[in-house]
């Protein structure tokens, strides 16, 4: 049976979550000595007052070193995350770790999806999962997924072309009661909607679990609420949850509410919107970068990461769910130097 | 295969046709008027009305930066060159320009290739600059200035000096490699592979101004009798020499050495940050969050590395790193203002830490003797100029180690 993760009121919710990340804070810096050293360099307090006083890590900081809380021959699975510069996150996970991530993001999704696996369909193609010991974000998403659902139909063929018949025939026999759609944002629309919408498909029995960020589909103009008008108008699939989170942190997700348009955090994680000028919290309505904490990462310290998305706060406790509602607006751009550098990247390009 | 004329300003042209006939091993064919010739006049004459152009009061406050490059090609300036080079040669050697020279100077850096160009042209020689796609608005002004100021000059300037603007296309880069006599090639350690992929000449060479790192040195004593207006200018002149390039030139100022004694040296510390701030601010530099975010990914690897002890951001244009050592200091760019402080007794105990990918020390209350030992006990094995806080971006014809100029022409000797 799965306990709801959605359950406590904000100021319950950060004095545990306080207590239990300064103890993590403590365990990560007697075993990882990167963290302790950039720890004592900022001169980090042992028992900070309040959840935003708890030192961050800039997110990126996994892809420049090797921060891991565990010795190398605990280590069974190494996560990756490429980015658009070529660096790559790598996150070590020991068994319990592994564990407790797929754990835990069961009874996130539980909240969404029920106790039972669900027919599922993967806006994807199978071959998406490959090597087992080093994954691709891709690939760890969909695998992470995978788990959640039974009679997998694996959308793309391999040229990454929609499987219309086998579609077809996936909800002749599942459409009629309730089943799992997963993929990232821009694969569902380019994939997904418009098949379902060209064939008049009836996905009204669909629970869609997405993510991945909006930028693919900024130039088509459609954003959360243009997705989730047309997927209802079009195919009948209203029971829509994107959701928010990383590789870095594996395991939490920020779940979007039966209402649509605002995330919400479980209960051993919260989000911090901090205005990058005076780093301090940013009022509820205040956009600003999103620093998300997680009481999942034991094998490296990730509790408390500091993304460089931008996110902004809608309310606190007044929403579907208790605890912070929030949605992530944008992204920063990469920084770039006028310096003397890289003038010729000859052949790159 | 065609690159687009940037100056003289023009249409796509073939790359065949880039190069005057008489570059490219025909010397015999010299059809209007006589070849150039080391400090030639017409080259002087064309290179002074550029300077008078870019010294122009409009124009300067325009690009404040080019200023520099104008009083770098002022005619007293360029014939001080030539008169330099004349005067190091015994009678029995001449000196000819190299023939032609071919140009892959930086994107971001504006001016650059500017200076190594008119140095090349002051030699006589036949000039290839390859100006990046991606190059910045001040380059289109100098470009603009150089259009300009052709319409006054002798027809062999249009014919002997191209620019030209191509993408990463090797083809058109394998082609001017393989006719120049000359290569001069800045930028990153990879560009520079990148370029040498493509073979010179057998008797052609390449000059390259790979990736550099530039420090601060401060005396603790020096700074301590200094009046409060030195003070003021000398951090100016650091803020100056940091900032204008997001502190990621090569002759930026990655840490500062604070040098003297260790007790006093806190006190100046302090003065010297917040004077900093202070005086980033006032000169409008600014920090977007992405840049601070990017300093904090820098500083926190470095202090995972170990080797900082403390690491303070008071604000996003400057943060501060206390280093447990100087080989602690950092050589990579960590982000726009971000510097490394560390107390070392003395200048001699940087000696064991230079490399020589180190360029540049900039210096502030050091007498002339301190400076000028500390080199020797260095000997050439790197710092290439030891210079004033607020002139590492002062481009000067010694650089990374070359006379430029003199690497520009080619010398025959005559034992009669």
Known sequence: MLTDVFTLAQAEKEERLRGELIGLMAHHRRNCPPYDRILAALGAE???????????????????????????????????????????????????????????????LGAVLGPRRLPMIVVDRSGVVGDRRSYSARGAGALGMVNFGRDHLWLLDADDRPDVAALKDFLARHGDAPFLIFGFTFMVWRYLYEVARDHGLDLSQGILVHSGGWKKLADQAVDNA???????ADSGLTRIHNFYGMVEQIGTVFLEGPEGGALYCPDFADVIIRDPETWREAPVGTPGLVEVLSTLPTSYPGNVLLTEDVGVVHGVDDGHWPGKRFSVVGRLPRAEARGCSDTYAGGRS | ?????????????????????????????????????????????????????????????????LGSLGFFLRRRELLRAVERLRAALDPQTLAFPRGVVFHIPPANVDTVFVYSWALAALAGNTNVVRISPRSAAAADTILEVLNESLTEADPVVARTQRMVTYGHDDAVTAHFSARCDVRVVWGGDGAVNAVRRHPLAPAARDLTFPDRSSFAALSVAGWEVATPAARRDAVLGFVNDAYWFDQAACSSPRAVFLVGDADRAEAVRAEFVGLLGVAARERGWEVDAAMAVEKRVGAYGLAADGGVAAMAFPDNLVAALDLRTPAAAPRHWLGTGTFGFVTVPDLAELVPFVRRRDQTLTHFGFEADELREFARQLAGRGIDRIVPFGAALRFAPVWDGYDLFREFVRLVTVDA
């Open chain 2, 1 to 65: 295969m065609t690159v687009r004329m940037r100056f003289p300003t023009g249409p796509e042209l073939p790359v065949d046709e880039v190069l005057p006939a008489t570059a490219q091993g025909d010397p015999g064919s010299v059809r209007d008027g006589s070849p150039l010739a080391v400090g030639d006049e017409r080259i002087v004459d064309f290179l002074t009305r550029v300077s008078r152009r870019l010294l122009a009061p409009a124009l300067a406050r325009r690009h404040p930066e």
């Open chain 1, 46 to 108: 042992t028992e900070p007052a309040t959840l935003a006083d708890l030192p961050w890590l800039p997110v990126r900081l996994f892809k420049t070193r090797k921060l891991a809380s565990v010795p190398d021959d605990e280590v069974i699975r190494v996560l990756t995350s490429s980015g658009t510069t070529g660096q790559v996150s790598r996150i070590h996970l020991d068994r319990e770790a592994a564990a407790t991530q797929s754990r835990m993001l069961a009874r996130t």
């Open chain 1, 226 to 232: 243009e997705f989730r008008r047309r997927f209802a």
